[in-house]
């Protein structure tokens, strides 16, 4: 392939991994920036998301788009669900103690995964898209959902930021983030906004794993990429700012893409790492957070 | 008081000297790889435990080591003694380089970016296969499975040569926790800036803690792989960067024999929770939580806050 | 160390080649089934199987095979007159945890041998440990590890062709018939540089040239933008990938081809072993071709053994589960389980074992074989078997995508992928 194609390939592709980037890493910024709280299981609330999506469509037996209609409002609950009871149990009686949350929610993890394993099984199964539509360019065929995917990601992100700076919900969650004491002075109920974030956060991963899923496919151990990628993506944004996600899953993405241009796959996987370790080191409040 | 400490510790070397004489042969093996996992698991409690620095990367020490032992053994024959040496080395040195970058960051920050050069580390590891044998890995030679003269793969020099490094660790461990440097990483832990107007260098005290984690870590991969005979890119992975979080809170982190314990209790709760059902994840997962819920500070912590102050 | 080589057509009442040289009584006890019956404790092997990891979804069905066919050996009057039981541990398809099965399997469960792992990192791991408990150990992982030498004279893989004489059997066919520029894309790990470095002087002594090679990192969830990169005068893909995301990857293949012209595509079905042929996306593969150790689909001209297997392994016409269609089986592979347990059963009645201490002639008994014959023991066809480096070899299968279907249009030659010797076990120590 010449070297136009090429890199409009790669640039597309990073862009449909940014989206899932982005998708899988608002949640977690959520949390992150709301509760400081390292959420180790995160990316298992995303493979949830995944398998809830395959359940349905092998249940419901209807037509893909209505599977994923339903899966999109189904798999969010659910999971979200889980989420809060796990704060609920565990994370709030924990008072939310950083070491104390990482041991407890590594052991969700695998709480989560033997669930799974269990009852959906070892096998990577594939979730339809909801609908099925090819981009023919000239010089290589693309999948016209990966846009949509694009396009979804988008929409959430826009959504999300309204939520957190147009709504009251927004103002109570930033008024817990920078001082839980004084927001409880002021008569917020900060456990139940923690158990809501906390959801919030679950849900969104589960969300953004029924976009993603017909482009992967559902695993009980799809759980770990994303969560290792999305605890970058926030780290390099900053701290809970919506905006910073969206730039840091743009510059990792793209960059992983394009990197992979030039270099043998593997090598363009550990330079594109250090880079972002490094980017890290040399301004380790992120990209958009203020300096701690 | 000193006298007790010392006491405490002989006697649980004289009980893991002792336990290779009574224990059945399945476990015997399996306290041999508990103790050097347990050498790991010290060398991340002097980072992590004691000087308060959370890094998820330490697999990179530890396959640092294996590697640094195995790879000479592999293409130049170099002898067990050697090649222990090398490995050791091979972890301090990488810790201290790493640390280098990383230390400049801290928190959740310092937690990523070793994370990212551990996963760097095991790239690395893949994208050189030729020479590393790649996701596959390979048997590490028998002429550097010996100690001066003494094969390693036979069941009691194993046992022999595990528990005599797990014990110059955990000396040395006792020795540097009660040291006056000791005190300084404590110190780090509970308060850089205040110990930083006390005149003492945060980044310097960090940086040696983390190069003396990574020399234990070091020792402790390539004794794995001189001992069990084996050396792949599998050690290098993530979860070898979570067990030693695992194992120390278990057993209790700023102790010195909390990493043995929850080496111990964690080994032995998977290896029987797989005998019993094919959801040994789930056991494993449950008594994390149970855990964290109802003994946060890890077993020795609990102990040592109810009974016994004056646990090192 | 006695070892004879017998001429291929000696048998030994079940089908299976036995050396004349190890001693009549050997003969004798294996041709008397029953005759230490009575009170004998029954025989225990272990199974190291990959229940959980990214081997779980081939662990499964090896699990299935290896009961089955425990089944049909102890209705079939058990293994030398004794009936048998198989222990499972799952090594979370890792090598420290493996390492760790085998020494649990034979210290604590006291098995007499182990058998039955797949992935090449585990069996590596594995085998040093049962090297020094001096335990078979009899893989069926298909890597090139055993009759490279990387194992040890413990280890043997009697149930399944390596991957390197797969992929060399391959070449002539993908020459002659879909092409000589070949562009490869593998997993960039170890399997996938047997792949590389079996198939490229493979296809070069045919008169082909690989003009591309794409290696995929291990952990990768995307593969498109690796496609950019296949070279626009390739004539023949040649895809291999494993793990969790392999569906993704061909049906990313078939987004980035679409309706647009395309090279020939030959896989080997690693790449879509275990899953439905029929799903979402798949319908590119229309036409294209695909290596199989024994085929998925079953085949108009199908034999009564591979009938017979079939039906025990609860497979039905499709390759899925009886009881579940949608739950398709490793059926490519998974006959190296089957055949394994075969061979440990000639094995045993070959060299008289009895307990424990007769390991070491168990070893022996197996070195001295020289030939499966095909049959109900050995469904997936004949098989030569080299004591020397500790490997069978057996027949290929190129299968056709028709009608969403795989259907044979090739099968090879046992000679076309033997190569030269690597190592000899038999000069190595117990």
């Known amino acids: 392939m010449s070297f136009g194609p090429f890199l409009l390939l790669a640039l597309m592709e990073g862009m449909v991994m940014a989206a899932v980037l982005a998708l899988t890493a608002v949640g977690l910024s959520l949390v992150f920036g709301t509760m400081r709280v390292v959420n180790v299981a995160h990316g298992e609330f ?11 469509a092998d249940h419901l037996g209807g037509a893909a788009w209505m599977n994923f209609a339903v899966a999109l409002v189904v798999a969010p609950l659910v999971v979200a669900a889980i989420a809060v009871l796990a704060d609920r149990l565990v994370l709030r009686r924990l008072n939310y103690e950083p070491e104390a949350t990482i041991v407890a929610t590594i052991g969700l993890l695998y709480i989560l995964q033997q669930a799974a394993l269990s009852l959906f099984g070892p096998d990577a199964r594939p979730v339809p898209a909801p609908f099925e539509l090819r981009l023919q360019l000239p010089w290589f065929g693309w999948s016209g959902y990966k846009v949509f995917v694009i396009l979804a990601a988008g929409a959430i992100l826009l959504a999300v930021w309204f939520l957190m700076t147009r709504t009251r919900a927004g103002l109570i969650m930033r008024a817990t983030q920078i001082d839980r004491d004084t927001a409880r002075a002021f008569g917020i109920d900060t456990d139940k906004v923690y158990a809501l974030v906390f959801g919030l956060g679950a849900g969104l991963a589960a969300l953004g794993a029924v976009l993603v899923v017909p482009i992967q496919q ?46 043998t796959a593997t090598l363009a996987k550990i330079l594109a790492t250090l880079l972002v370790a490094l980017v890290l080191v040399f301004r380790p409040q992120g990209l958009f957070g203020a300096k701690a | 008081m000193t006298a007790r400490i010392l006491a405490l510790h002989l006697a649980v070397l004289a009980a893991l000297f002792a336990a290779q004489f009574v224990l059945p042969s399945y476990h015997v093996t399996s306290l041999a790889r508990i103790m050097v996992l347990a050498v790991f698991a ?81 790239l690395t590891i893949l994208y050189f296969a030729e020479y590393t044998r790649g996701n596959d890995g390979f048997p590490v030679p028998a002429t550097a499975r010996s100690l001066f003269g003494f094969a390693l793969s036979g069941d009691r020099m194993r046992y ?75 050690f290098a992975g993530i979860q070898y960067s979570i067990l030693p979080l695992l194992y120390v809170l278990t057993g209790g982190a700023g102790t010195v024999l909390g990493p043995l314990v929850g080496t111990a209790v964690m080994f032995w709760l998977t290896d029987i929770a797989s005998g019993l059902t094919s959801a040994w994840l789930m056991v494993v997962g449950v008594a994390l939580v149970a855990l964290t819920l109802f003994a946060p500070r890890g077993m020795l912590g609990l102990i040592r806050e109810r009974w016994a102050k004056w646990l090192p | 160390m006695t070892r004879t080589i017998t001429t291929p057509d000696q048998t030994v009442l079940t089908r299976r080649k036995v050396v004349k040289g190890i001693g009549a009584g050997l003969i004798a006890s294996a041709a008397m089934p029953g005759y230490v019956q009575a009170q004998a404790a029954p025989l225990k092997l272990g199974f190291q199987v990959h229940r959980t990891g990214i081997g779980a979804s081939y662990g499964r069905w090896y699990e299935r095979v290896a009961n089955s066919a425990l089944k049909v050996v102890n209705e079939g009057g058990g293994i030398a007159g004794r009936a048998v039981e198989i222990v ?66 413990w280890t043997l893989q009697p149930g399944i062709t390596d991957v390197r004489s797969q992929v060399q059997a391959m070449a002539p066919w993908v020459a002659q018939n879909l092409g000589k520029k070949i562009t490869m894309i593998y997993p960039d790990y170890a399997f996938g540089h047997d792949h590389r470095d079996s198939f490229e002087p493979a296809i070069k002594a045919q008169g082909g040239e690989v003009i591309a090679k794409i290696g995929i990192p291990a952990t990768e969830t995307s593969f498109t933008r690796y496609f950019a990169q296949i070279p626009r005068e390739t004539e023949v893909i040649y895809h291999v990938m494993i793990g969790p995301s392999v569906l993704t990857f061909v049906k990313e293949l078939g987004e980035f081809y679409g309706t647009g012209a395309r090279p020939e595509i030959f896989g080997f079905i690693d790449s879509l072993e275990g899953v439905d042929m029929t799903a979402p996306g798949l319908g ?147």
């Open chain 1, 46 to 56: 995303f493979m949830l998301g995944a398998v809830i999506a395959w359940f349905v």
């Open chain 1, 218 to 263: 559902a695993h009980y151990l799809m759980g770990g990429d994303p969560l290792l990628l999305s605890f970058i993506v926030v780290i390099i944004g900053g701290l809970g700012s919506i905006r910073g996600t969206l730039v840091a899953a743009l510059v990792i993405g793209l960059s992983d893409g394009v990197i992979a241009m030039f270099y």
């Open chain 2, 42 to 122: 010290m060398g991340y409690n002097i980072a992590f435990g004691y000087t308060g620095l959370l890094s998820l990367g330490h697999a990179l020490f530890f396959a640092a080591g294996m590697y640094g032992a195995g790879l000479p053994a592999l293409h130049f024959g170099v002898g067990g003694g050697t090649a222990l040496i090398l490995g050791l080395l091979a972890g301090g040195a990488l810790a201290g380089a790493a640390g280098l970058l990383a230390l400049r960051t801290a928190g959740v920050s310092f937690m990523i970016v070793t994370l990212m050069f551990a996963q760097a580390g095991y």
């Open chain 2, 160 to 234: 022999m040569t595990a528990l005599l490094l797990f014990s110059a660790a955990m000396l040395a461990c006792l020795a540097l926790v009660r040291s006056r440097f000791g005190r300084i990483m404590v110190a780090m832990r509970e308060n850089e800036e205040r110990s930083r107007m006390l005149g003492y260098n945060p980044y310097a005290v960090k940086l040696t803690a983390l190069a003396i984690s990574g020399l234990y870590a070091g020792l402790a991969g390539a004794a794995y792989a001189l001992l069990f005979g084996y050396a792949g890119a599998s």
């Open chain 3, 88 to 153: 499972f541990e799952d090594d979370g398809t890792d090598p420290k945890r493996g390492a760790e099965v085998v020494e649990k399997l034979v210290s604590q469960h006291k098995v007499d041998l182990i058998f039955g792992p797949l992935f090449s990192h585990v069996v590596i791991g594995s085998a040093p440990r049962a090297g020094e408990l001096k335990v078979p150990y009899l893989v069926c992982s298909e890597g090139n590890h055993v009759a490279s030498g990387l194992t040890n004279r």
């Open chain 3, 284 to 430: 590119f593969l229309e036409g294209t071709h695909f290596w199989e150790g024994q085929c998925r689909y079953k085949q108009a001209d199908a034999t009564d053994a591979e009938t017979f297997y079939r039906a025990a392994v609860g497979v039905d016409d499709n390759g899925a589960s009886l009881a579940d269609p949608k739950d398709v089986s490793t059926y490519a592979h998974m006959f190296s389980v089957w055949e394994t347990l075969f061979v440990i059963k000639a094995g045993i009645e070959a060299s008289g074992y009895q307990t424990t201490a007769d390991r070491q002639k168990f070893v022996e008994a197996i070195e001295a074989m020289t030939a499966f014959d095909f049959g109900r023991e050995h469904p997936q066809g004949e098989k030569i078997f080299n004591g020397k480096t500790h490997q069978a070899f057996g027949i290929q299968n190129i299968s056709k995508v028709t009608d969403g279907k795989l259907i044979r249009v090739h099968r090879t030659t046992i000679g076309d992928g033997l190569y030269p010797d690597q190592v000899d076990y038999t000069t190595q120590s117990f």
